[in-house]
């Protein structure tokens, strides 16, 4: 099985402070994607990485920042966390020629 | 771009059949999605069916895709209460990586 898994499932961070959100999967996935989940918008896409050291915007990149050093781990950073950055955080991977994502349980992180 | 649109909530009866509705803008896509999200949970994908075809039946489940619309469906036959979750529908485009757009997600609530 996928196995794609998170740092934390609750984070509570206060306004300023930088943040690291962590991501690991099992299956040597090219692809990994880190998305925010907020009620009735559903998923959208922060950055995306098709391989080691490379990566991409997505549609809502500002205030965040990425890193992949490794291939099966993709770290998506908060340089300065801001209260309209509390949302739920969802990691995936993708196979290089799959088109299934598989996704991590969440980190609901919550800025004060 | 890609405009992916589905209403928020659904309340059917155990027993039921749901038919959760799905609209998208981008006619090019490849594959289309319908992924479920369990309380607590990350998306996990259901099924899926591709631009070519019109139809798609799993078990319970039965996919239909009206491309001329730009319409996609999601029934759920039998519905139990398990079934109980945020379904979101998605679309991939064409390229190096698969880009998925997803949903808003709809809330299927099942009451006993």
């Known amino acids: 099985d996928v196995k794609v898994t998170q740092s934390s499932r609750y984070l509570v961070k206060r306004t300023g402070e930088k943040v690291f959100l962590e991501c690991v999967q099992d299956m040597d996935h090219e692809n990994m994607f880190w998305y925010r989940q907020d009620p009735g918008l559903g998923l959208r896409l922060i950055y995306f990485?098709?391989?080691?050291?490379?990566?991409e915007k997505g549609d809502i990149p500002e205030g965040y920042s990425v890193s992949r050093e490794k291939k099966e781990r993709f770290s998506l950073i908060l340089e300065s966390a801001s209260t309209n950055q509390t949302s739920m955080y969802l990691c995936a991977s993708q196979g290089g020629n799959g088109n299934e994502q598989f996704f991590g349980p969440g980190t609901r992180l919550t800025v004060l | 771009g890609e405009d992916v649109e589905q209403s928020l909530f659904l309340s059917v009866r155990e027993g039921d059949s749901s038919v959760i509705n799905c609209t998208y803008t981008?006619?090019?896509?490849?594959?289309l999605y319908w992924y479920k999200q369990e309380p607590g949970a990350g998306l996990q994908l259901l099924t899926y069916?591709?631009?070519?075809?019109d139809m798609k039946q799993d078990q319970r489940l039965t996919v239909l895709l009206n491309k001329k619309d730009k319409h996609l469906s999601l029934r759920i036959a039998d519905t139990q209460t398990g079934d109980s979750a945020i379904y979101f529908c998605?679309?991939?485009?064409?390229?190096?990586?698969?880009?998925?757009?997803f949903g808003t997600g709809t809330k299927l609530q099942v009451i006993p």
């Open positions: 981008d006619s090019s896509s490849t594959y």
């Open positions: 998605a679309e991939s485009m064409p390229g190096g990586y698969q880009k998925v757009t």
């Open positions: 990485s098709y391989d080691v050291k490379m990566k």
């Open positions: 069916i591709f631009s070519n075809m």
